[in-house]
């Protein structure tokens, strides 16, 4: 089946900094889409993007399904930011989302 | 504007115990699914269904069951759990396109003991 990896698997910044978050997927797929999951648990969806580039405020998203990763960056870091990032790609097959296993973001004040 | 709800918020359970899961949505989505995630994991699908009355197998089913009768609810039960099922389970839904903007309950965390 479809490998999801997230890289890096934790990251501690200061507020201010700027960050690039990398998911590699192992085989052709529909879409893909980040999304963050706060302290408390909840997920929200952050970029639906199977290819090119998309911005919403600090953060944006770049898809490169030629070549099978996706990057988001994270500009002018807030506290607020904190939490676990998700990449999940959408198998051709069956249309169901295969989740990495995250990158942890700490924000310092 | 409620989203989607999930009920309940924590819950322990005995091995062998059965319950469901309650989740609603008042967004008119087709689309809903069941996660689950793990510590320090992504989520894996268990089921979804693209509308009243279908709804198929994700990734990890075994040991669970799911009925949709309307649009907006989509319960999980679980029958006779067991350890391996301690989990946060979380209920999605989306509207249009398979998948294309997820909006997720608070999610429910279960342990079988």
């Known amino acids: 089946g479809i490998q999801v990896e997230q890289s890096p698997p934790d990251l501690i910044l200061q507020e201010g900094a700027n960050s690039t978050l990398r998911c590699n997927f192992s085989?052709?797929?529909?879409?893909l889409q980040w999304f963050h999951q706060n302290p408390w648990g909840q997920l929200i969806n952050l970029f639906y993007?199977?290819?090119?580039?998309k911005q919403n405020g600090r953060l944006s998203a770049t898809t490169v399904a030629t070549e099978r990763y996706s990057l988001l960056y994270i500009s002018s870091s807030q506290t607020t930011d904190s939490g676990v990032y998700f990449c999940a790609v959408e198998r051709r097959s069956n249309y169901q989302l295969i989740w990495g296993a995250g990158t942890k973001l700490i924000i310092k004040p | 504007n409620a989203g989607v709800t999930q009920t309940p918020k924590f819950r322990i359970l005995k091995i062998g115990q059965s319950m469901t899961l309650q989740c609603t949505q008042d967004?008119?989505?087709?689309?809903m699914y069941w996660y689950r995630q793990d510590p320090g994991m992504g989520l894996k699908l268990i089921y979804y269904?693209?509308?009243?009355?279908?709804?198929d197998k994700g990734e990890v089913p075994n040991g669970y069951n799911v009925s949709r009768s309307t649009t907006e609810d989509f319960p999980l039960r679980l029958e006779l759990a067991a350890p391996s099922q301690t989990s946060v389970y979380f209920c999605?839904?989306?509207?249009?396109?398979?998948?294309?903007?997820?909006?997720f309950g608070s999610g429910t965390q279960l342990s079988v003991l």
């Open positions: 269904s693209v509308g009243a009355g279908i709804t």
């Open positions: 085989d052709s797929v529909n879409n």
């Open positions: 993007i199977p290819s090119g580039t």
């Open positions: 967004m008119n989505h087709n689309y």
């Open positions: 999605a839904s989306s509207g249009g396109v398979t998948n294309e903007k997820l909006f």
